[in-house]
């Protein structure tokens, strides 16, 4: 029940602060939910019917009084206490026995009863029980279809006592009697596992999405019932209606708030004292280190950067509430069926474990990439060192058709959405634990780069040049990020002229080969270099094909004249660097040989610090 206590923990911790006040995700107090509504019905200080109104669809959600029988009802009428759906509150929604409006109506009786119930509901109680709701909405000209609006959520407001014209469910006095009735249930207590107090105890716990709820025991009526290992759920657990509720609202509110939820898998990171941090299936240094005017350019700036983002950060999660434990969780979630919702990952650690973590994954896994800052109008990329996003590695490893297809996957049934539901998981293993890259995801984004005919776009025939040095970027990080796993030193994005590693060598001639071609060639009828198009044979058999891209050159270098001594010499110092019997060696190219290409390429190319807008254009050479 770790993570239940964890919950609890952070509702307690933020009492007191805006939290619950927040304009764009406030935290739902215990016995209250937020829904959405259709419809809003005003009456007068008499009681008496004004007019209705739709909500706009744009509308956020009104947070309402709840109770869990309503959250999480199936099948028998289980209303909420003040506003729901129109066959719930209308009493002449249909003629005869209306078993909805019946149960409704009972629980607003006993509401009313409670000593001190605000007047204003009391007024609501009586002008709903006359049962002319359907009938005072037809009359004054409200577009009413009794079959498309019986699930509306219907919103009351009385005018002018005390709030004025402020919506019954938003009145402090309303809440304060709704939050009385809830402190003084009666129900039969017991053992709180969460909590450790005997408690009221609570059997039928809120959906959490959709009807997929985390605390479920709904097998009463099974033939082996409860696996024939107890008589009774609460024999194997019991949870307690305050624990259950402020599990499920501050769960929900810091999803909203700073939560992953995308391909059919949730991802929440938090600070039991409240201090709001990202979630780490989504992790980008910026959230860090802020996007500033200075971006870092060299691998010791961006050290240094991330260094003094982490050390605020981990000063800020202890400084935000420091009577609070602090401790950082993550909890990743997955609906394992239409009705059950798994939890399929938890970690919890100090708060500067959590941040250094994150500093060591930020710095052992980077290289040189574009960023994109700023409004659509005020656009503009970036090129510096940075660690490349969960989102930029998964469309490395399976491409961006597969990542577009699950983005689009609604249902989360498609098998593109698994495989990158799949990879966000394994990497979140390695952000937060600290395990090892798998082999598999840097082979995988290894081999695309090296085969850059397969960034072509199926509509137009176009090569996609920008993707793919995109792509070539991520594979350079993640292949960093592997020698440093291994315990070796990451290469650096500054060419090494001393590095006498085949792969890298090979990688320098390629990015030479490609660079003098590219220099003879004609930019108004720009095409692939001969290096591009034979970079995957290359990376297989790098001897013969060097000797073939080496007679292709040569025309060029006889069109650049005088200027291809500079290639010449170059492809010399590097053809001499070699180790013995390296260079005639026929095995492979290693991941190496990309930091090899990108290095002497970026040398030979003036480095582009700004663009305004990044544009897929085939012939630009960024």
Known sequence: MGWMQRLVETYDNVQGTRAFDETEHPLVPAGFVAKKAAIEVVLTERGEFAHANRVGKDAKPFIIPSTPEAEGRVGPPAPYPLC??????????????????????????????????????????????????????????????????????VLFTVQGIGGGGKGLWDRQDVRESWAGR???????????????????????????????????????????????????????????YDASVKTHNVLGWLLKRQGFDRYGMKVVAWATG???????????????MGAGA????????????????????????????????????????EAATTGRMSINYYQEMPGDEYVLRLQRWYDSCKWEVWRTFGQEKERKSVLCVSTPTPDDITIAVLGRRSVDTARGDYQVTKSATKLVRQ????????????????????????????????????RTGRWQELEWRKALAVACA??????????????????????????????????????????????????????IRYMQMFQQRPLDT?????????????????????????????????????????????????????????????????????????????
């Not at 409240?274 to 860090?288: H, L, R, T, W």
């Not at 090899?596 to 030979?604: D, K, M, S, T």
């Open 84 to 153: 729901d759906e129109l066959r719930y509150v209308a009493g002449d929604y249909v003629n005869g026995d209306n078993r909805y409006f019946n149960e409704y109506i009972k629980q607003l009786d006993e509401w009313c009863a409670r000593p001190g119930a605000p007047h204003p509901l009391r007024l609501l109680r009586d002008y709903l029980a006359e049962r002319r709701l359907v009938k005072d909405m037809r009359t004054s000209g409200f577009a009413l279809d009794l079959k498309k609006d019986m699930k509306s959520f």
């Open 182 to 240: 809830i402190r003084a249930r009666e129900d039969s207590r017991t053992l709180c596992y969460v909590e450790g107090e005997a408690l009221p105890e609570m059997t039928n716990h809120p959906k959490f999405q959709g009807n997929a709820k985390l605390i479920s025991a709904k097998d009463d009526k099974a033939i082996f019932q409860y696996k024939g290992r107890f008589t009774s759920a609460s024999e194997a657990v019991s949870v307690s």
């Open 274 to 288: 409240g201090y709001p941090i990202e979630s780490p299936a989504e992790v980008d240094p910026i959230g860090i």
């Open 294 to 333: 200075d971006y870092p350019l060299t691998f010791q700036d961006y050290g240094v950067a991330l260094g003094n983002a982490a050390a605020g950060l981990s000063r800020r999660i202890v400084e935000f509430n420091p009577e609070a434990t602090n401790a950082v969780v993550i909890l990743g979630m």
């Open 423 to 458: 990879l966000r998981k394994r990497l979140l293993k390695c952000i937060v634990e600290g395990a090892r890259l798998p082999h598999d995801i840097v082979q995988s984004a290894f081999r695309r780069a090296s085969a850059p005919q397969g960034f072509t776009d199926e």
């Open 478 to 531: 993640l292949v960093r990020k592997e020698q440093v796993d291994c315990g070796e030193e990451g290469a650096n994005v500054i060419l090494d002229e001393t590095n006498r590693d085949r792969s890298y060598l090979y990688g320098r001639l390629l990015a030479l080969a490609d660079m003098a071609e590219y220099s003879a060639m004609d930019k108004s009828n720009y095409r692939q270099t001969n290096a």
């Open 546 to 622: 060097w000797k073939k891209l080496h007679g292709l050159l040569l025309p060029y270098f006889a069109k650049l004249g005088r200027y291809s001594e500079r290639y010449k010499k170059l492809i010399g110092q590097v053809e001499e660097l070699f180790l013995e019997g390296d260079r005639d060696l026929s095995e492979p190219l290693k991941g190496t040989y990309l930091h090899g290409y990108y290095c002497q390429r970026q040398v030979l190319i003036p480095k582009k610090k700004e663009s305004e807008g990044e544009k897929d254009n085939g012939g630009d050479k960024a």
